[in-house]
Protein backbone atom coordinates (compact mmCIF):
# COMPACT_ATOMS: atom_id res chain seq x y z
CA UNK A 1 0.00 0.00 0.00
CA UNK A 2 1.28 3.79 -0.23
CA UNK A 3 0.44 4.89 3.07
CA UNK A 4 -0.63 3.81 7.12
CA UNK A 5 -4.10 2.64 6.55
CA UNK A 6 -6.63 1.97 9.82
CA UNK A 7 -9.99 0.22 9.88
CA UNK A 8 -12.57 0.90 10.69
CA UNK A 9 -12.57 4.50 10.16
CA UNK A 10 -15.51 5.01 12.74
CA UNK A 11 -16.25 3.37 15.95
CA UNK A 12 -19.58 3.75 17.99
CA UNK A 13 -18.76 1.09 20.92
CA UNK A 14 -21.40 1.17 24.12
CA UNK A 15 -19.99 1.65 27.28
CA UNK A 16 -18.65 -1.43 28.93
CA UNK A 17 -18.11 -3.19 25.04
CA UNK A 18 -14.53 -4.21 23.98
CA UNK A 19 -13.41 -2.73 21.05
CA UNK A 20 -10.17 -3.36 18.30
CA UNK A 21 -8.25 -1.02 16.20
CA UNK A 22 -6.58 -2.56 13.20
CA UNK A 23 -3.42 -0.22 11.58
CA UNK A 24 -1.56 -1.56 8.56
CA UNK A 25 1.95 0.29 8.41
CA UNK A 26 3.87 1.20 5.32
CA UNK A 27 5.76 -2.01 4.00
CA UNK A 28 9.16 -2.53 6.11
CA UNK A 29 8.72 0.15 8.11
CA UNK A 30 10.24 -1.44 11.43
CA UNK A 31 8.86 1.42 14.16
CA UNK A 32 5.25 1.62 14.56
CA UNK A 33 3.28 4.54 17.17
CA UNK A 34 -0.07 4.65 18.66
CA UNK A 35 -1.45 7.74 19.74
CA UNK A 36 -4.43 9.04 21.12
CA UNK A 37 -5.99 12.38 19.87
CA UNK A 38 -9.02 13.99 21.94
CA UNK A 39 -10.44 16.64 20.37
CA UNK A 40 -8.84 19.81 19.87
CA UNK A 41 -5.63 18.66 20.95
CA UNK A 42 -2.28 17.53 19.90
CA UNK A 43 -1.79 13.66 19.58
CA UNK A 44 -0.46 11.64 23.03
CA UNK A 45 1.94 8.83 22.78
CA UNK A 46 0.25 5.73 24.18
CA UNK A 47 3.18 2.70 22.88
CA UNK A 48 5.39 1.90 20.53
CA UNK A 49 6.53 -0.73 18.31
CA UNK A 50 10.00 -2.29 17.14
CA UNK A 51 9.17 -5.26 14.76
CA UNK A 52 7.20 -7.42 16.91
CA UNK A 53 8.50 -6.05 20.25
CA UNK A 54 6.61 -3.53 22.11
CA UNK A 55 9.66 -1.34 23.40
CA UNK A 56 7.46 1.19 25.41
CA UNK A 57 4.44 1.50 26.86
CA UNK A 58 3.81 4.09 29.07
CA UNK A 59 1.42 6.21 27.52
CA UNK A 60 -1.23 3.36 27.49
CA UNK A 61 -3.83 5.49 30.18
CA UNK A 62 -5.14 1.81 31.87
CA UNK A 63 -4.65 -1.65 31.75
CA UNK A 64 -8.18 -1.44 29.61
CA UNK A 65 -5.72 -1.38 26.85
CA UNK A 66 -3.63 -3.49 25.05
CA UNK A 67 -1.85 -3.29 21.73
CA UNK A 68 0.21 -5.88 20.15
CA UNK A 69 1.85 -6.69 16.39
CA UNK A 70 2.59 -10.14 16.52
CA UNK A 71 4.38 -10.43 13.17
CA UNK A 72 6.15 -7.49 12.80
CA UNK A 73 3.91 -5.59 10.45
CA UNK A 74 -0.09 -5.04 11.63
CA UNK A 75 -1.13 -4.33 14.98
CA UNK A 76 -4.43 -3.92 17.23
CA UNK A 77 -4.87 -1.81 19.71
CA UNK A 78 -7.81 -3.22 21.91
CA UNK A 79 -9.59 -1.19 24.89
CA UNK A 80 -11.27 -3.56 26.99
CA UNK A 81 -14.48 -1.74 28.82
CA UNK A 82 -14.77 1.24 27.13
CA UNK A 83 -15.64 4.17 28.53
CA UNK A 84 -16.65 7.44 27.78
CA UNK A 85 -13.11 9.06 28.68
CA UNK A 86 -11.93 6.76 25.98
CA UNK A 87 -13.90 8.81 23.14
CA UNK A 88 -11.26 9.74 20.73
CA UNK A 89 -9.23 9.76 17.52
CA UNK A 90 -6.75 6.89 17.36
CA UNK A 91 -4.00 7.46 15.68
CA UNK A 92 -1.19 4.85 14.00
CA UNK A 93 1.96 5.98 12.50
CA UNK A 94 5.10 4.21 10.87
CA UNK A 95 8.44 5.11 10.20
CA UNK A 96 11.72 3.66 9.13
CA UNK A 97 14.25 2.47 9.99
CA UNK A 98 14.20 2.86 13.92
CA UNK A 99 13.21 4.60 16.66
CA UNK A 100 11.72 8.61 16.70
CA UNK A 101 14.22 10.13 14.98
CA UNK A 102 12.77 9.62 11.67
CA UNK A 103 9.27 11.22 10.71
CA UNK A 104 6.24 9.84 11.29
CA UNK A 105 3.89 8.39 8.18
CA UNK A 106 0.20 8.65 9.87
CA UNK A 107 -2.44 6.93 8.67
CA UNK A 108 -6.09 8.60 8.50
CA UNK A 109 -7.18 7.37 12.47
CA UNK A 110 -10.13 6.11 14.20
CA UNK A 111 -12.34 7.58 15.33
CA UNK A 112 -14.00 6.32 18.19
CA UNK A 113 -17.28 7.38 19.96
CA UNK A 114 -17.94 5.85 23.38
CA UNK A 115 -22.03 5.81 23.96
CA UNK B 1 8.86 17.93 32.87
CA UNK B 2 9.38 17.39 28.99
CA UNK B 3 6.99 19.61 27.27
CA UNK B 4 5.72 21.21 23.84
CA UNK B 5 3.86 24.47 23.74
CA UNK B 6 2.31 26.27 20.61
CA UNK B 7 1.24 30.05 22.31
CA UNK B 8 -1.22 30.48 19.79
CA UNK B 9 -4.39 28.82 19.44
CA UNK B 10 -4.92 30.48 15.81
CA UNK B 11 -2.88 32.41 13.38
CA UNK B 12 -4.45 34.56 10.67
CA UNK B 13 -2.28 36.09 7.85
CA UNK B 14 -2.75 37.37 4.36
CA UNK B 15 -2.03 35.37 1.13
CA UNK B 16 0.88 37.14 0.28
CA UNK B 17 2.47 37.90 3.26
CA UNK B 18 4.94 36.10 5.31
CA UNK B 19 3.68 33.51 8.39
CA UNK B 20 5.34 32.47 11.47
CA UNK B 21 3.84 29.90 13.72
CA UNK B 22 5.51 29.75 17.11
CA UNK B 23 6.84 26.57 19.24
CA UNK B 24 8.81 26.19 22.46
CA UNK B 25 9.69 23.16 24.09
CA UNK B 26 11.46 21.73 26.92
CA UNK B 27 13.29 18.53 26.97
CA UNK B 28 16.36 17.09 28.52
CA UNK B 29 19.07 16.96 26.31
CA UNK B 30 19.65 17.60 22.92
CA UNK B 31 16.13 17.55 21.05
CA UNK B 32 14.77 16.78 17.99
CA UNK B 33 11.99 18.58 16.74
CA UNK B 34 9.64 18.04 13.94
CA UNK B 35 6.27 20.07 12.14
CA UNK B 36 3.66 18.27 11.19
CA UNK B 37 -0.16 20.05 9.38
CA UNK B 38 -2.86 18.25 9.37
CA UNK B 39 -5.83 19.79 6.43
CA UNK B 40 -9.35 18.64 6.84
CA UNK B 41 -9.95 14.82 6.83
CA UNK B 42 -6.64 14.30 5.80
CA UNK B 43 -3.99 12.38 8.50
CA UNK B 44 -1.01 14.35 10.02
CA UNK B 45 1.58 14.71 7.35
CA UNK B 46 5.46 15.40 8.33
CA UNK B 47 6.54 18.96 7.10
CA UNK B 48 10.07 19.12 8.33
CA UNK B 49 12.45 18.16 11.03
CA UNK B 50 15.69 19.17 13.15
CA UNK B 51 17.99 16.74 14.04
CA UNK B 52 21.13 18.39 14.18
CA UNK B 53 23.50 20.99 12.19
CA UNK B 54 22.64 23.92 10.56
CA UNK B 55 19.61 25.76 12.32
CA UNK B 56 17.48 26.65 9.51
CA UNK B 57 16.00 23.81 7.69
CA UNK B 58 13.91 23.72 5.01
CA UNK B 59 10.80 21.34 4.18
CA UNK B 60 7.94 21.03 2.11
CA UNK B 61 5.58 23.34 0.30
CA UNK B 62 8.30 26.14 0.74
CA UNK B 63 8.06 26.08 4.75
CA UNK B 64 11.24 26.38 6.95
CA UNK B 65 12.04 26.76 10.57
CA UNK B 66 14.78 28.10 12.74
CA UNK B 67 15.81 25.90 15.83
CA UNK B 68 16.89 28.35 18.52
CA UNK B 69 18.92 26.57 21.43
CA UNK B 70 18.90 29.60 23.82
CA UNK B 71 15.09 30.55 23.39
CA UNK B 72 14.42 26.57 23.45
CA UNK B 73 12.00 27.66 20.10
CA UNK B 74 11.82 26.34 16.72
CA UNK B 75 8.89 28.19 14.96
CA UNK B 76 7.68 27.44 11.47
CA UNK B 77 7.97 30.08 8.48
CA UNK B 78 6.98 31.22 5.22
CA UNK B 79 8.02 33.93 3.41
CA UNK B 80 4.33 34.17 1.31
CA UNK B 81 1.79 32.15 2.47
CA UNK B 82 -1.09 30.60 0.12
CA UNK B 83 -4.72 30.08 1.27
CA UNK B 84 -3.99 26.59 0.68
CA UNK B 85 -1.62 26.63 3.41
CA UNK B 86 -4.84 27.14 5.96
CA UNK B 87 -4.71 23.99 7.68
CA UNK B 88 -3.85 22.89 11.52
CA UNK B 89 -0.16 22.54 12.37
CA UNK B 90 1.84 20.78 14.90
CA UNK B 91 4.99 21.19 16.72
CA UNK B 92 6.50 18.21 18.12
CA UNK B 93 9.76 17.00 19.89
CA UNK B 94 11.36 14.12 20.40
CA UNK B 95 11.51 12.88 24.22
CA UNK B 96 13.18 10.16 26.28
CA UNK B 97 13.23 6.82 24.39
CA UNK B 98 11.02 6.74 21.73
CA UNK B 99 7.95 9.10 23.20
CA UNK B 100 7.31 11.63 21.01
CA UNK B 101 5.47 14.59 22.12
CA UNK B 102 3.21 17.14 20.21
CA UNK B 103 1.66 20.34 21.04
CA UNK B 104 -2.04 21.14 21.41
CA UNK B 105 -1.78 22.50 17.11
CA UNK B 106 -2.22 25.49 15.98
CA UNK B 107 -5.21 26.58 13.36
CA UNK B 108 -3.63 29.15 10.47
CA UNK B 109 -5.97 30.74 8.54
CA UNK B 110 -4.90 32.51 5.43
CA UNK B 111 -7.18 35.01 3.97
CA UNK B 112 -7.52 35.83 0.32
Known amino acids: GAGVSQSPRYKVAKRGQDVALRCDPI?????LFWYQQALGQGPEFLTY????????KSGLPSDRFFAERPEGSVSTLKIQRTQQEDSAVYLC?????????????FGPGTRLTVT | AQSVAQPEDQVNVAEGNPLTVKCTYS??????LFWYVQYPNRGLQFLLK??????LVKGSYGFEAEFNKSQTSFHLKKPSALVSDSALYFC??????????FGAGTRLFVKA
Open chain 2, 27 to 32: VSGNPY
Open chain 2, 92 to 101: AVRAGGFKTI
Open chain 1, 27 to 31: SGHVS
Open chain 2, 50 to 55: YITGDN
Open chain 1, 93 to 105: ASSSPFGGIYEQY
Open chain 1, 49 to 56: FQNEAQLD
